[in-house]
Structures are given as structure tokens and as C-alpha cells.
């Protein structure tokens, strides 16, 4: 299957900062990829779907202004956690969409803002 | 909208037993992809097994299989001959037949494994 990478896995930053994750399909472009946040013992809840080449659609109750993402080509999206806080501290996971039968996901980056 | 229900929080089994996992989905889709997903400790997702709904027949891979009644709108998960390997949240999920669609999670079953 398709490879996803996610740089870095764990991140600690102070409250006010912002950090930046990449997610990269190593071997598959990938015109749409999904970006999830998952807190302990819970579900993988999307955020936001990145398209490569244009805006990023949020789910309800995502700030779209707090979690930027950038889709610039076919095998980068990046998800920037601006002015992070506490309570952005969570799971956070990507993955492509090859096809509706098959999706690939990262290995997660683990966010701790102090 | 589609939603995934895992009634079960938690399930445990001893080592070489069966154990089956639930999920009950709702959709008005004809077609669709049902999927279980592995999360172990590591927390890297890993597709266990998928079934397509145009598919009567249930899927099997080793020692995974599934019990698809779409009538009901049921996709439980057996594991046979459990070993300790299997021991992780379990996610049930659905997406429909179209390019681009995103998955829907259930809220995942955490199995643990006796020995």
C-alpha cells in the first residue's frame, strides 16, 4: 500500500507559538488528503480535507484561522497550529485518499503545548 | 448523513478464543465500502479488512473475518484464535463510492487480550 509520512512525531511547544506538521505521500500523488485529531481513547475526528491547488475545506467547528493547512503539491500537505494552547495538545493524524476503497495514514505527530 | 456505532467501549478475550466486535452503520447509499481498522499502542492506523456492499459474500483475511448484513446494516469483526498481537482499539468505518470521500469512524471497541 501507499506510504504516508508525517514529520515530526512528537512536538512540544510553548503556549503562543505555532508549530507546523508535514504530511507526505511517499509513493502516491495525492490530490486530496484528510487531516484528523484524535484525543486519548477517543475516535479519529477529521478536521479538515487539504486539495491540492486550492482551499482546504474545515469541518464544522474547526477554526479555520487556527489550523492552516497548505496543500502546495501532490505529495506535501501541511497542517500549522497557530498561537497553539493547551487544549490544541492531541493526536494528530493524516492520511490520502487513493480511492473510497483505500486510505492510508500517517503514523500520527503527538502535539504537547505547554 | 452517515453515521458508524460501536456499542462496545470494551472486550476482552483469552488468548486463542473468538471474539466478535459490532458496528451498526446508517446510510441511504446503495453502495459503499465498509472497513475495521487496528490501532495498537503505537497508535499507526492499519487496515484489518474491507468489504464492499455490492459484495455478498463477507470478507475474510486469515484470521479476520466479518459478518455483513446490509439489509440490517450490521459489519461485525470476528477474531479467531486471538493472540496477544490483537490487543488494540478497533475502529469501524464507512465511506462512500465516490473519489475523494472521507472516512466515517465509529468510536472504536479497545480490545484486550488475556494470555
Known amino acids: 500500500g501507499a506510504v504516508v509520512s508525517q514529520h515530526p512525531s512528537w512536538v512540544i511547544c510553548k503556549s503562543g507559538t505555532s508549530v507546523k506538521i508535514e504530511c507526505r505521500s511517499l509513493?502516491?500523488?495525492?490530490?486530496?488528503m484528510f487531516w484528523y485529531r484524535q484525543f486519548p481513547k477517543q475516535s479519529l475526528m477529521l478536521m479538515a480535507t487539504?486539495?491540492?491547488?486550492?482551499?482546504?475545506?474545515?469541518e464544522q467547528g474547526v477554526e479555520k484561522d487556527k489550523f492552516l493547512i497548505n496543500h502546495a503539491s501532490l505529495t506535501l500537505s501541511t497542517l500549522t497550529v497557530t498561537s497553539a494552547h493547551p487544549e490544541d495538545s492531541s493526536f494528530y493524524i493524516c492520511?490520502?485518499?487513493?480511492?473510497?476503497?483505500?486510505?492510508?495514514f500517517g503514523p500520527g505527530t503527538r502535539l504537547t503545548v505547554t | 448523513a452517515q453515521t458508524v456505532t460501536q456499542s462496545q467501549p470494551e472486550m476482552s478475550v483469552q488468548e486463542a478464543e473468538t471474539v466478535t466486535l459490532s458496528c451498526t452503520y446508517d446510510?441511504?447509499?446503495?453502495?459503499?465500502?465498509l472497513f475495521w481498522y487496528k490501532q495498537p499502542p503505537s497508535r499507526q492506523m492499519i487496515l484489518v479488512i474491507r468489504?464492499?456492499?455490492?459484495?455478498?459474500q463477507n470478507a475474510t483475511e486469515n484470521r479476520f473475518s466479518v459478518n455483513f448484513q446490509k439489509a440490517a446494516k450490521s459489519f461485525s469483526l470476528k477474531i479467531s484464535d486471538s493472540q496477544l498481537g490483537d490487543a488494540a482499539m478497533y475502529f469501524c468505518?464507512?465511506?462512500?463510492?465516490?473519489?475523494?470521500?472521507?472516512?466515517?469512524f465509529g468510536e472504536g471497541t479497545q480490545l484486550t487480550v488475556n494470555p
Open positions: 446510510t441511504s447509499e446503495s453502495d459503499y465500502y
Open positions: 487539504s486539495n491540492e491547488g486550492s482551499k482546504a475545506t474545515y
Open positions: 492520511s490520502n485518499s487513493g480511492s473510497p476503497y483505500e486510505q492510508y
Open positions: 509513493d502516491f500523488q495525492a490530490t486530496t
Open positions: 468505518a464507512y465511506n462512500r463510492e465516490t473519489s475523494g470521500s472521507r472516512l466515517t
Open positions: 468489504q464492499e456492499a455490492y459484495k455478498q
